[in-house]
């Protein structure tokens, strides 16, 4: 049996925020041609650093179910994804 413990657990991302982060197709151009420059290490970029889970800590039990509740973007996937350590390149742990 395994228990799993997470002490401090914060994940980050860089998103646009305001009117850049609405999926028009202008968005899209600059979007996509921003991450082209980031890529060739040309253009930083301008986005922004966003907590998504911001130094959590739990503990799941064996033989025990757990019921994780939360409203909408609150976090539930991402905090599942790094307890399973699949997060994608996106996201910082």
């Given amino acids: 049996k ?23 197709i202008p968005n899209f151009i600059c979007n996509m041609t921003e991450a082209f420059l980031r890529h060739l290490r040309i253009y930083r970029g301008g986005r922004m650093k966003l907590p998504i889970l911001d130094n959590i800590n739990g503990i799941i039990r064996p033989s025990r179910m757990t019921l994780l509740l939360g409203p909408p973007s609150s976090g539930k996937t991402t905090l599942l994804l790094a307890l399973a350590g699949r997060l994608g390149p996106g996201l910082k742990v």
Avoid at 13 to 23: E, I, K, M
């Fill in 2 to 24: 395994i228990e799993v413990r997470y002490e401090d657990l914060t994940v980050d991302a860089y998103v646009h925020v305001g009117s850049r982060a609405l999926p028009t």
